[in-house]
């Protein structure tokens, strides 16, 4: 696969499965799109019975509490993203169409493997595009408390380094550092599953969080050790499944990134609000496409390319 070639699906893939958070079933279907129609959501089975298209992008966004939101309640939204996003940015893939029937992405094992096994039953094609990337060209960075996140000027690639440090010591504090390809991303991020305490489940239930939870697509969390019977997959698989949230995060800047990230202790607010400071100041950044030639792309040019002027009013 060509890497300065856009990219997208050989064939459609189904997925179905239930939402981690609201506990019903959905099903999912990844279209191959055309170049330059990047990644969107087509969602069915709304009681109005009308669709609705949603560009998956950082401007979209419209929730971020233990999950990340695209679009809205009223009109249309789809919440728990980010594991999908982070399947199609770790493997490279550009243009996809995903028609999803409910209001919440299936959370499957709980990881980003099953999406990545599906698309790599399918196989990736080109479209015989250029790709295009976005440079971070000036460092920025936001902060919470001792939490923070940044983004920073690289020579080349896009490298993650993410931290975690919990006061529970069966997570304790970790660190994972890479750079991102899909040969790495298939071997040390896809198969990290996402995690919770038991101590604060009867708290989500009451909050309408997490009735779709259990030892098969979450790791339990207990004051002494992991709950689930088979124990974890990589010694260091929580922080793992951060970088994997990262990445599909930071995958809603619309296209890919080169450039170095940074976070402690972050989560999806701040991989996401990274995105908004850098977006902030057309300064910041360029718009470079392959092999290497930069292209200058106004904001307006930029917007109009991801379709963001026809979504954002609807948010």
């Known amino acids: 696969m060509r890497t300065n070639q856009q990219t997208t699906l050989k ?8 939402g981690v958070h609201s506990g019903n079933p959905v099903e999912i279907t990844l279209h191959p799109a055309p170049a330059n129609h990047g990644i969107a959501f087509l969602r069915t089975g709304m009681s109005t019975g009308n669709d609705r298209l949603i560009k998956a992008h950082h401007a979209c966004v419209s929730a971020t509490e233990l999950c ?3 679009g809205d309640v009223e009109s249309g939204a789809v919440a728990t993203i980010e594991h999908l996003m ?3 940015y770790g493997l490279g893939i ?4 995903v028609e999803i029937d409910g209001p919440e992405m299936p959370i499957l094992d709980g990881s980003a493997l099953p999406y990545v096994q ?10 015989g595009a250029a790709r295009r990337w976005i440079k971070v060209l000036r460092s920025v960075r936001i902060e919470v408390g001792r939490a923070f996140a940044e983004l920073r000027p690289i020579d080349r690639g896009f490298r993650l380094d993410v931290e975690i440090d919990f006061e529970n010591p069966v997570i304790g504090r ?5 750079d991102l390809t899909p040969a790495a991303y298939r071997r040390e991020i896809a198969g990290a599953r996402t995690f919770g305490m038991m101590r604060d489940v009867e708290r989500y239930w009451k909050a309408g969080f997490a009735l779709g939870a259990s030892l098969e697509n979450t790791v339990a969390v207990g004051e002494t050790a992991v709950v689930n019977p088979e124990g974890l997959r990589y010694a260091d698989e929580f922080v793992r499944h951060k970088f994997l949230d990262a990445v599909g995060d930071l995958a809603l800047a619309g296209l890919p990134l080169q450039g170095g990230y940074r976070s402690y202790c972050g989560g999806h607010r701040m991989n996401v609000g990274v995105l908004t400071a850098l977006f902030s100041d057309r300064a910041n950044y360029a718009i470079v496409e392959a092999p290497g030639t930069r292209r200058e792309t106004s904001l307006t040019e930029f917007g109009a390319s991801l379709g963001i002027a026809a979504f954002v009013g609807d948010l």
């Not at 064939?11 to 239930?18: D, E, M, N, V």
């Not at 550009?94 to 169409?97: K, M």
């Not at 970790?174 to 890479?178: F, N, T, V």
């Open 174 to 178: 970790s660190r994972k550092a890479m």
């Open 86 to 88: 982070s399947a199609l």
């Open 118 to 127: 599906a698309i790599d039953a399918v196989g990736i094609a080109n479209c």
């Open 11 to 18: 064939a459609p893939a189904t997925l179905s499965g239930i």
């Open 68 to 70: 990340t939101v695209i």
């Open 94 to 97: 550009d243009n996809v169409l």
